[in-house]
């Protein structure tokens, strides 16, 4: 049997945040997830929004933790190696009504402390975004608001704390959680179990199943699905901005921005569904979106589509963030409802649970030799050519580009295979160095990922999965 003090369920930005929080402590900390790669489901599916909780209900614990993170991003994406812009956002009122809501919504922020929240008049947002629809009467510029790599995110947390101690057991199912006199003793897991003193459920669409394990379920995780558009670099029409619509009470609405690396990410939709695997993508779905956002940008040309994809956000009934300690169950903490601002406050959040545990009388004690920087792989395409010279010369695989939209060479892969929780699988290469995520979509490049992939990993190319186990991509020779 294992033996930690910490066992973490979930992989995703809330779960690697508090691992790599916890990083920093002497104490022992093993993080679970049951995918092949850190990610978790949420986290790899949204819309790479880093909020400032303007929108949050006023004196909540999302509230609370939203705005303390929006400041903390700007120090730990450049220590980490991440990709982040402070892209700021625009809420443009179309019609009337809209407009006439403009200072609740003003007022709103302000109770949540976020005073940077500006009026602009119509022709003020149509200078700052010419393809905004002319009609619009005026609205208001949040200029914290901001863009992120969701997948680097994650990944960069996961393997700084990696790097200072954590361990993590992927692929691994939690079957359930013992206890004993009223404590936490193990967690069971489909690789084995895990004795611990401390189970920290960030588990997301799973989390109610996980609090069931314990009695502690006193809530249902609904998948709330949304549904997006990736349009093409070239794409006719642009925005420099967020784009959001005024919100409603069930959903932010249908958005348009720019992502990290060029695309213009178009959605999501908001539909509660009962499956928590479903994750397809809809006509009556995204033609919503389409219909949804002319209204703010007309001339958005959802012909530039290169995918479509949705993602699963973990609804919460009751609804609301929750974080939860137990009298009568020592050692077991519990967060549920983390939903739309889970990418955001995912750092806070760490902190929070972190200060919860000492609060509770945990002693922790700081390490001195926390190693706070991480180098993330290098992008050869964003390289001056001197530099892309000295760095064949030292690497020749970095002259030999295997996505061709993308510009991703071969030396990239290989790093994304062979660093801290390296992929495994062609999904996961995808989401390290975008080999896969340009215009086709993987049609030049997928094969060439799967070589490199078997013959880094010492596996035949008949074992190479798309993500999970069993989504093999090459089934066996033909000659």
Do not use: W
């Not at 069931?212 to 670099?233: H, N, T």
């Amino acid at each position: 049997m294992l033996k930690t003090d910490v066992v973490v369920i979930g992989a995703g930005a809330v779960g690697c945040a508090i691992a790599h929080e916890l990083s920093k402590y002497k104490i022992d900390v093993l993080v679970v997830d049951m995918n092949e790669d850190v990610g978790g489901d949420a986290s790899k599916s949204n819309s790479a929004i880093i909020h400032t909780g303007y929108d949050a209900a006023p004196g909540t614990l999302e509230s609370q933790l939203v705005v303390a993170a929006n400041s903390m991003y700007d120090e730990l994406t450049q220590s980490l190696d991440v990709p982040f812009k402070r892209i700021g956002a625009i809420l443009p009122a179309i019609t009337q009504e809209q407009f006439d809501r403009l200072p609740e919504i003003k007022e709103k922020a302000f109770r949540n402390h976020v005073y940077d929240v500006e009026f602009k008049t119509g022709a003020e947002l149509l200078e700052m975004e010419p393809n905004l629809n002319p009609e619009v009467k005026g609205g208001l510029y949040i200029p914290r608001e901001s863009i992120i790599d969701p997948f680097i995110f994650v990944q960069a947390l996961a393997e700084n704390a990696n790097t200072n101690g954590v361990e993590f057991m992927l692929g691994a199912r939690v079957k359930d959680i013992k206890t004993e006199n009223g404590k936490i003793k193990s967690v069971v897991t489909s690789c084995g179990e895990i004795e611990t003193r401390y189970v920290i459920n960030s588990a997301g669409l799973y989390c109610d199943e996980i609090a069931e394990m314990v009695g502690k379920a006193e809530y249902k995780v609904v998948a709330r699905k949304g549904q997006f558009y990736i349009l093409d670099k070239n794409t006719s029409c642009k925005v420099e901005h967020i784009v959001l619509p005024i919100p409603t009470k069930v959903t932010k609405g249908k958005l348009m921005c720019p992502t990290m690396h060029g695309n213009m990410l178009v959605g999501p939709t908001a539909e509660d569904q009962e499956s928590k695997v479903d994750k397809s993508t809809t006509s009556a779905g995204l033609d919503s979106i389409a219909a949804d956002v002319k209204n703010l940008v007309p001339n958005v040309n959802i012909r530039d589509t290169i995918t479509q994809y949705s993602g699963l956000r973990p609804n919460r009934n009751p609804e609301g963030l929750h974080f939860d300690m137990y009298e009568d169950l020592e050692g077991y903490i519990n967060l549920s409802g983390v939903r739309s601002t889970g990418l955001t406050l995912s750092v806070a959040m760490g902190k929070y649970v972190v200060q919860q545990m000492m609060y509770h009388g945990e002693e922790l004690e700081l390490k001195d030799n926390f190693i706070s920087e991480r180098k993330g792989i290098i992008k050869f395409s964003e390289q001056t050519p001197e530099v892309q010279d000295k760095l064949i010369k030292e690497n020749p695989l970095y002259g030999n580009v295997i996505c061709r939209c993308e510009t991703i060479t071969e030396a990239e892969i290989v790093d994304a295979i062979n660093r801290p929780l390296g992929a495994k699988s062609v999904d996961a290469v995808k989401r390290r160095v975008r080999a896969g995520m340009g215009r086709c979509q993987g049609g030049f490049c997928g094969p060439k990922v799967i070589e490199i992939l078997a013959r880094e990993t010492g596996r035949s190319t008949t074992d190479i999965n798309k993500n999970n186990p069993g989504s093999y991509m090459v089934t066996g020779t033909t000659r």
